[in-house]
């Protein structure tokens, strides 16, 4: 089947297709263009469906479901963050932005051919199990004529990203507050915060960027969180700060010593976040996604930003805190989130229990072999490295479901018992929605190095 | 991947050194290319030299040749060496540099190309094998994998001083009765004279035993039976951990793309290129 380019059906074209063995990829961010990637090299046929008109998914800056503001850099240095096998150009820097970012996942497509293998401009409407499980119906939407067309798959890898249905929380009296509120999705740069007084909800790297933004920009900002965090540094001894981390990963340091190592150097670094009027962690080092922000800190000392607890409610001039205080503002920023959303799909498929899916892996169901999912994952440092693992593994999953059912399924009849298996290097995770896909990407790294040895043995 | 094979290992993922200490980027990157006429299809080659040579040794003959040939040819000088940044730092560079120069290479490159690798320059072209997927992988006269122990010791027997220079950290000696065996020797000299210094921290990791990855793009290895650099053993050798037949080119000397007979042995290279399979269908090896 493969080499055989076999256009998939176009707007004028018939309205269902039988790809045979060909595999469909939903999504032309980085998940699905390394699975892309990694389908085609390894000679299986396979089709990508994208419902923007470029590649890039979340970093295809201004497109309606990218997630991307302005000023958005990498928090996770290039060695960590490339894919190994296409390395960011040397003349980027050890942060790039998310336009490099974009540029990047663009030269991708185009080094190894992948657009001409993409339906640009298409909405996946639906996708249906059909003979059995064997295949799947996927159906599209052209964007532009509303035209559907389905084509008939071996399988189905999702890649259509987890970071852009936002999460927006409800708090009593939000209704009768008179400023604005805005769910950092829709947040695109810092204009919105000028001349403002600004309320940033959340920690997470993006409420933390925000919030930075808002100490340059508004009249006031002030930050709330639910508990307190460590802030890492982007650099430490001159170098990225997690190159500093992994260099005692790669010495194989148990958690316990590289706590200890973390939290001096941080003291040192940092120091003592209470005498900020920052909240003391709650938590130890690893059990939470690490946020990296050097400017946070330090505009809260300069006074442009005051941390303040969990809100209790709000009313009309702003919002009060748990611990009675309040804040009149003008605008609300809830950077808490976004909800992990597969339109197209039953729920039941991806083995889905307290409000998400519990995925062998974190990608393959025990419901179906032919489904996967890609880049349900928030590792704890750069994601494509990942991204690009994978798209391998998915690969040679595809591949032995063809040429060796046996192994695949002896692969795949694990997934039931290991839905819940959780890669954390031997942290326990804070319990919160923001960690159901947090991975240690060493350890994550490790398991699907194991699963390609096992997928490889008798290749 | 063949079950056993000593100079194989499984993939690789954990990466942990090359991610926390990564290799440092050099100023300039010299690349010697010719594009065919017009577009042709064929498949682009990059070209990497071996110690102390240069991206000159290809851009000789090589490049304009199989640029003419309707290939997409290109040639890189790895860092400290010919027109490429980075001598300064020269006796601090490793392989691994190497390797990411080669990888940076191939990502400006406008698809995957076949990387022809020559004597040290075909152990860089294995170890970016297993990272990358080639459409096709050449090794001229290449440095064994399996470490190049052997070739130091009848290098030694032969030229003891070239031995004990290459212990101490000098680069081995390029003469020309050691390079060529077919030219003449005004332009035997020329050529050697053009060859410049080499890492030592590089030579000393000729050394090494070394095991890559699956490489799954074909493979095709090519040696000269009088080679006075690497023995003709460790090419078959190298040919074997591929399952693959080198092709011997006789009267030749280690650089056969610049010795007397290098046309022919860019025949049999453009026939392999030309005979490729589509991209990433062929077997595991």
């Not at chain 1, 400017?295 to 919002?319: H, M, N």
């Not at chain 1, 319990?431 to 240690?440: F, G, L, P």
């Amino acid at each position: 089947m493969s080499g055989m380019a076999r256009t998939p059906a176009k707007k004028t074209g018939p309205t269902f297709v039988d790809r045979g063995d060909a595999w469909c990829v939903v999504g032309a961010g980085p998940h699905g263009l390394s699975a892309l990637k990694a389908l085609l090299q390894n000679g299986i046929d396979a089709d990508g469906y994208e419902r923007e008109s470029d590649v890039g998914g979340n970093w295809n800056f201004g497109a309606e479901n990218s997630r991307v503001y302005e000023s958005t850099h990498l928090i996770s240095s290039k060695p960590f963050t490339q894919f190994p096998d296409f390395p960011m150009p040397d003349a980027y820097p050890d942060y790039p932005s998310h336009r490099q970012v974009k540029e990047y996942f663009g030269r991708y497509a185009d080094h190894f051919g992948l657009r001409k293998r993409i339906t640009f401009g298409h909405d996946v409407v639906r996708a249906v199990p059909v003979e059995d499980g064997r295949a799947w119906d996927v159906t599209v939407r052209d964007r532009v004529s509303a035209q559907e067309t389905t084509c008939r798959y071996a399988g189905l890898v999702v890649g259509n990203g987890h970071n852009w249905s936002p999460k927006i929380p409800q708090y009593p009296g939000q209704d009768s507050f008179s400023g604005e509120i805005l769910h950092s999705a829709d947040y695109k740069g810092a204009d919105v915060l000028r001349g403002r007084r600004v309320l940033v909800v959340g920690a997470g790297n993006t409420g933390c960027d925000v919030a930075v933004e808002g100490a340059q920009n508004a009249v006031h900002t002030w930050h709330s969180t639910r508990r307190g965090y460590y802030y890492n540094p982007k650099y430490m001894t001159g170098r990225p700060s997690d190159q500093v981390a992994d260099s005692l990963l790669a010495l194989r340091l148990p958690l316990a010593v590289r706590r200890v190592l973390f939290k001096t150097s941080l003291g040192i670094a940092v120091g003592d976040l209470t005498k900020f009027g920052l909240q003391k962690p709650d938590h130890a080092f690893f059990e939470t996604h690490p946020i990296v922000n050097q400017q946070l800190v330090y505009y809260v000392g300069q006074g442009d930003i005051t941390p303040v607890k969990d809100i209790d409610r709000f009313d009309a001039d702003g919002s009060v805190f748990v611990d009675g205080s309040r804040a009149d503002v003008d605008l609300v920023v809830f950077c808490t989130g976004y909800l992990v959303r597969f339109p197209f799909l039953e729920h039941e498929w991806l083995n889905w229990k307290d409000d998400h899916p519990h995925l062998f892996l974190q990608m393959f169901t025990p419901v179906y072999d032919n489904l996967v999912v890609t880049g349900l994952i928030q590792p704890d440092s750069g994601q494509w490295t990942l991204a690009h693992w994978q798209g391998i593994l998915i690969a040679r999953v595809a591949e032995a479901l063809r040429t060796r059912p046996a192994l695949a399924h002896g692969f795949l009849g694990r997934a039931a018992a290991e839905a819940d298996r959780r890669y954390s290097a031997g942290a326990r995770y804070k319990d919160s929605t923001r960690h159901y896909y947090e991975v240690a990407h060493q350890d994550y790294l490790r398991a699907l190095q194991d699963a390609i040895h096992e997928l490889e043995v008798s290749a | 991947m063949s079950a056993g094979n000593p100079l194989r290992r499984k993939t690789l993922a954990m990466r942990p050194w090359d991610w926390s200490f990564p290799s440092q980027p050099v100023s300039h990157r010299e690349v010697i290319s010719a594009q065919p006429a017009e577009p042709t299809g064929l498949p682009p080659l990059l070209m990497v030299h071996g110690l102390a040579h240069a991206a000159w040794c290809f851009g000789e003959n090589w490049v304009p040749a199989a640029a003419e040939r309707g290939f997409p040819s290109y040639a890189v000088s790895l860092r400290g060496h010919g027109g490429s940044a980075g001598a300064r730092h020269l006796r601090r560079t490793m392989t691994r540099d190497y390797v990411h120069d080669v990888m940076q290479t191939i990502t400006e490159l406008p698809e995957p190309p076949v990387l022809i690798g020559h004597s040290n320059g075909a152990l860089v072209a294995q170890l970016v094998a297993e990272r990358y997927p080639l459409r096709g992988l050449v090794l001229l006269a290449p440095a064994p994998m399996h470490s190049s122990v052997g070739d130091l010791v009848a290098i030694g027997r032969d030229r003891p001083a070239d031995l004990l220079r290459a212990v101490v950290g000098q680069t081995l000696s390029m003469e020309p009765d050691i390079l060529f065996e077919g030219l003449d020797p005004q332009t035997a000299r020329a050529y050697s004279d053009r060859t410049g210094p080499e890492s030592p921290l590089v030579q000393w990791e000729l050394l090494l035993r070394r095991k890559v990855g699956p490489v799954r793009c074909p493979v095709l290895v090519i040696g000269t039976p009088a080679d006075r650099l690497v023995r003709p053993a460790d090419v078959q050798r190298t040919a074997d951990s591929y399952g693959v037949e080198p092709v011997w080119f006789a009267g030749m000397g280690h650089d056969v793309m610049l010795d007397t007979g290098w046309d022919d042995v860019l025949d049999t290279v453009l026939a392999f290129a030309t005979d490729l399979p589509a991209w990433g269908t062929a077997a595991l090896r």
